[in-house]
């Protein structure tokens, strides 16, 4: 398996223009791009993400602690953060939990390790507290109302837009009995 430097002698090249070209950060002449993007394809070369992770430090991947998906609250909610997350350049895993506060602590402790950039809490039952204690290692996301605890939140308030379809509803179904 060939890697930049491979590409680099091939190529004629120095491995910082080489590097240049692969991460596409800063100027390549048209010239040193051809050349190097030839003795990349010759060579079947794909840049190592396992050492590009540890070069940069981020996983560039996001854990989403669902208790289950059998209702479909929790897999809308995971598809849409799946699609957000994608769409920023970020892989996604779902972390099962099944309300097992244990297993919630396991994956904050694999934030600590730094096995992904953040963890979504799409619902738990590890304490807030623990959670708070964990944040210095990453994002920590819930979604839900968490009142004046400082970690990020995001949620719908569902109540208004209930009442006001239910108002709705109220008014059209008493305009037909009437």
């Known amino acids: 398996m060939a890697n930049i430097k491979d590409i680099a002698r091939l190529s004629g090249y120095s491995v910082a223009t080489v590097s240049r070209y692969i991460n596409k950060n800063r100027y390549v002449s048209t010239n040193a791009a051809q050349a190097i993007q030839r003795v990349v394809e010759k060579v079947d070369y794909v840049p190592n993400t396992i050492a590009r992770y540890l070069s940069t430090g981020r996983t560039k991947t996001i854990g989403v602690v669902v208790p289950f998906f059998e209702y479909s609250y929790f897999s809308q909610l995971f598809a849409s953060i799946t699609k957000a997350a994608f769409n920023a350049g970020y892989s996604v895993i779902a972390l099962k939990t099944n309300y097992d506060a244990e297993l919630e602590r396991q994956y904050l402790e694999q934030l600590h390790q730094k096995r992904y950039d953040g963890l979504i809490f799409t619902s738990h039952t590890v304490s807030l507290e623990t959670m ?10 819930c979604c839900r ?4 605890v400082p970690l990020a939140a995001t949620y719908s308030v569902r109540n208004k837009t209930y009442d006001d379809v239910f108002e709705l509803a109220k008014k059209e179904i008493f305009k037909v009995l009437r």
């Open 145 to 148: 109302n968490l009142g004046d």
């Open 132 to 141: 708070l204690s964990y944040q210095k290692y990453g994002p920590i996301v």
